[in-house]
């Protein structure tokens, strides 16, 4: 594919709804990352996965935050009972393996907003 | 733990003007350091990469520099036009519980005025 792509580019929900977030990777790339970029922050590591499975969820904030990726290329990024601190920009970036050196390439972002 | 820190948190310049931004981290164990920029509402859009065993990278009008033993990397835009206005991140790769994660700095925001 051309690029990470990822939707919906804005989300705009209530506090306490569920909202799911989708990243598309480059096609081929084994690697997949979520980062969290706060209002004036850089991005902070949420979870990576390596193929289908969540090889480090260590950056989720709580059990509120889950991810998926059934089939080794799309992925979904679930939050639950929203709340107003969640409302950022969710970026999603892939690589064609996880090793060092490997280059990361992002998405444009969704925006959540939770009023 | 890894800390980026970007130097200046906020830059306006004159067109032309040949600017230098400065990225410093806590631990050089690292893998490679990428520049980002970031539009106002959009993605991170990569600008240069440099891996751990070189020592600058160069694309147009810039050029990234990394000193891995002091911590240190600098970003120089030369002849800088309105267009360059943007945020600029640094960002070093490392390896962390099993994961070769990002770290971000907190970023620079450059205007260039006209």
């Known amino acids: 594919g051309a690029g990470v792509s990822q939707t919906p580019s804005n989300k705009v929900t209530e506090k306490g709804k569920y909202v799911e977030l989708r990243c598309d990777p480059i096609?081929?790339?084994?690697?997949l990352y979520w980062y969290r970029q706060s209002l004036g922050q850089g991005p902070e590591f949420l979870i990576y996965?390596?193929?289908?499975?969540?090889?480090?969820d260590s950056g989720l904030p709580n059990d509120r935050f889950f991810a998926v990726r059934p089939e080794g290329s799309v992925s979904t990024l679930k939050i639950q009972r929203t709340e107003r601190g969640d409302s950022a920009v969710y970026l999603c970036?892939?690589?064609?393996?996880?090793?060092?050196?490997?280059?990361?390439?992002f998405g444009p972002g969704t925006r959540l907003l939770v009023l | 733990k890894q800390e980026v820190t970007q130097i200046p948190a906020a830059l306006s310049v004159p067109e032309g003007e040949n600017l230098v931004l400065n990225c410093s981290f806590t631990?050089?164990?690292?893998?490679?350091l990428q520049w980002f920029r970031q539009d106002p509402g959009k993605g991170l859009t990569s600008l240069l990469l440099?891996?751990?065993?070189?020592r600058e990278q160069t694309s147009g009008r810039l050029n990234a520099s990394l000193d891995k033993s002091s911590g240190r990397s600098t970003l120089y835009i030369a002849a800088s036009q309105p267009g360059d206005s943007a945020t600029y991140l640094c960002?070093?790769?490392?390896?962390?519980?099993?994961?070769?994660?990002?770290?971000f700095g907190t970023g620079t925001r450059l205007k260039v005025l006209a």
């Open positions: 970036a892939s690589s064609l393996y996880a090793g060092a050196g490997e280059t990361q390439y």
């Open positions: 096609s081929g790339h084994t690697a």
């Open positions: 996965f390596q193929g289908t499975g969540a090889a480090d």
């Open positions: 631990d050089s164990a690292i893998y490679n």
């Open positions: 440099i891996q751990s065993s070189q």
């Open positions: 960002a070093v790769s490392q390896l962390t519980s099993g994961t070769y994660k990002y770290i």
